[in-house]
């Protein structure tokens, strides 16, 4: 969030070890610009923006312990008020559609004469929140608040056109559904909430590998992960037939086992995805820090992938692909992308059109080699590439030719500059 006072390290200290004053002060610092981050996603659904921003530090508040930088804390809060927003917009557009469309005038009357919200009620919000005894976390609450409200929304209509003596059976009908589904949508969440705990202890371990470096690692409940470069893969401490889940920041190849049962697939967090696998499945998966997607190839069985921002789910079988960018969108990738992508797992190295200013840093990633570009005009070359992964000169041979360039040395410092 450009132009604030940053998050001191000390306020952040006693943010993570439960110091609710340390929470009051970020609370009370970034209440009004959150505020207007909301209050412009929700556009005339504005006046929502306060409870949007309360349920953003509740959440952050619940997931204290993962957050180890004052960015972290920034970026979470930004992300959560996002994703917060994004859900309300969702649920009104719901109960305005299913309530009786633009004719209904409910929904702008309780707008207009809803009081506005203080930064003193909003803080004592969260506060009263935190202190809630006996209840699920904020994030099942609020999601099993929605749930309960969608579900009202779409029937209420409905039941307006009974006839008397239908209603008390069809109100308890209705109900009983809407809260046999919000149960089934906690337990859901609180298994992603259970994952995301998990991986964020600090009691965990990583798997990794450097540049122009792979690996293979098999994990306890016996799937097996080949590691591509430069990557890095979160293992939690309790990983087991219960908890079949880890986070991966690069790109590798799972085979997974079968799960004992459909409750405890093997789960890759990686980006803003979440890829289930219940059954045996192979499946590749990339995702780079500076990748536009999450990318995932299933090369047999079949997996979930889910973002874990918006919620949107596709299944993907054998020989089908999934991407899933940073702010939740679910796509099918190209084949140019996949190709690019997943090059490695067969020991290549793929470019399809890039500009050599971003093949540069790819040729260290894969075969640890850095190259000077005294020309910088070069840099805006295209590059369309295909060398094997296991040879460099190859590799140089091949980026010669794409981007009309010249291999050569200063000194003990590889270059690139025009052919002549």
């Known amino acids: 969030m450009p132009g604030m006072q940053p998050i001191d390290r000390d306020v952040l200290t006693g943010f ?13 610092a970034r209440y009004e610009p959150l505020t207007e981050q909301a209050s ?27 957050i180890d930088t004052p960015e972290a804390l920034e970026e979470f809060l930004f ?29 702008a009357t309780t707008h207009s004469s809803a009081a506005p919200v203080t ?8 506060s009263t929140a935190l202190h809630a005894t006996h209840a699920p976390s904020a994030r099942v609450q609020d999601e099993l608040h929605d749930v309960l409200r969608h579900d009202a929304a779409t029937h209420v209509a409905a039941l307006a056109k009974r006839p008397a003596w239908q209603l008390p059976t069809a109100i308890a009908v209705i109900l009983a559904v809407a809260i046999f589904g919000a149960f089934r949508w906690m337990d859901r969440a609180s298994a992603d909430q259970a994952v995301t ?13 450097l540049a122009a470096q792979s690996g293979r690692t098999t994990l306890n409940d016996g799937s097996k992960v080949t590691i591509g470069a430069d990557t890095k893969i979160r293992i939690p ?15 590798a190849s799972f085979d997974a086992v079968a799960a004992e049962s459909p409750q405890h697939p093997l789960i890759v967090r990686a980006g803003d995805a979440s890829i289930a696998a219940t059954a045996a499945s192979s499946f590749d998966v990339r995702s780079y820090p500076g990748d536009q997607a999450t990318t995932v190839r299933v090369r047999s069985g079949s997996v ?48 399809n059109n890039r500009q050599l200013s971003a093949v540069l840093p790819q040729l260290v990633r894969w075969y640890g080699l850095e190259f000077k570009t005294p020309d910088q005009s070069i840099l805006a070359r295209p590059v369309t590439m295909t060398a094997s992964l296991e040879s460099s000169r190859e590799a140089i041979a091949a980026l010669e030719k794409a981007a009309n360039v010249q291999f050569g040395w200063e000194g003990k410092t590889m270059t690139l500059t025009p052919k002549k």
């Open 16 to 28: 993570r070890l439960g110091d609710e004053r340390a929470l009051e002060q970020v609370f009370r």
């Open 40 to 66: 412009a996603a929700l556009g005339e659904d504005g006046a929502a923006a306060p409870k949007v921003v309360e349920g953003a530090f509740v959440r952050v508040w619940g997931e204290r312990g993962a």
């Open 119 to 126: 930064l003193d009620d909003a803080w004592q919000h969260v």
């Open 304 to 351: 979930d992938v889910k973002s874990l921002s918006t919620g949107a789910t596709q299944t993907a079988a054998a020989g089908q692909a999934v991407a899933v960018t940073k702010d939740g969108q679910v796509s099918t990738p190209s084949a140019a992308d996949l190709s690019e992508a997943f090059g490695w797992a067969d020991k290549k190295f793929v470019v």
């Open 197 to 209: 705990s998990a991986l964020a202890s600090p009691d965990g371990r990583n798997v990794s590998t």
């Open 237 to 251: 401490p309790n990983f087991g037939p219960r908890m079949r889940a880890v986070r991966l920041d690069g790109s």
């Open 79 to 107: 992300d959560a008020v996002k994703t917060g927003a994004a859900r309300e917009r969702s649920r009104r557009a719901a109960a305005h559609r299913f309530g009786g469309g633009a004719n209904n005038g409910h929904h």
